[in-house]
């Protein structure tokens, strides 16, 4: 059993940090979440609301969205019509804990990680943004496809997205990667 050990240390170590970070963030944001209160809205999905109308606003000025008052959820309206609603679940935030457990977990540098964390994190928001503000306008468009933007589509892009970051970040800084280089 020890040499087994031995011989899987190395992944039991990243399965081990991986699960431990991943744990710990999600504690963190379900803390916040809770600060809100039952029937609000976090500050991070008002902010991605808010954000998504600008870049709605890009192409038809009268973009717009409304809080719900009595449920936690905002309201998006293209062309004075209502296109969709942003959830807690659409922030991204639970993919960007995902990302930043994987990264901890094969991680390199000190500063080198927590600046791709950084950058990987605001990136991953700055997709998501995007990504629901055209999800509006295809769902707008052709609403017949709302399932497939949104249950097909639009996850595999964003996931996607944190897949590429990931490989970026295992063959270019983690430790992993400077122990092959230096070969």
Known sequence: MKKYFILYKPFLFFLATFFLTYIALTFLYQEYLNSFGENKLDRITQLVGQNTKQVMQLFDKSATVEENTLEPYIKLFYSQKYVARIIEGCNAI??????????????????????????????????????????????????????????????????????????????????????????
Not at 94 to 121: C, D, E, P, R
Request: contains cysteine.
């Open 94 to 183: 639970s993919v960007i804990i995902l990302f930043v457990a994987f990264i901890v977990a094969f991680s390199g540098k000190l500063k080198t990680t927590l600046l791709f964390i950084f950058a990987g994190s605001v990136l991953i928001y700055v997709l998501n943004v995007f990504r629901i503000a055209i999800l509006c306008f295809l769902m707008f468009n052709y609403p017949n496809q709302k399932q497939f933007f949104h249950g097909v589509l639009f996850p595999l892009f964003i996931y996607g997205v944190v897949f590429i970051l990931w490989l970026i970040w295992v063959n270019k800084f983690s430790r992993y990667a400077s122990k092959t280089t230096k070969e």
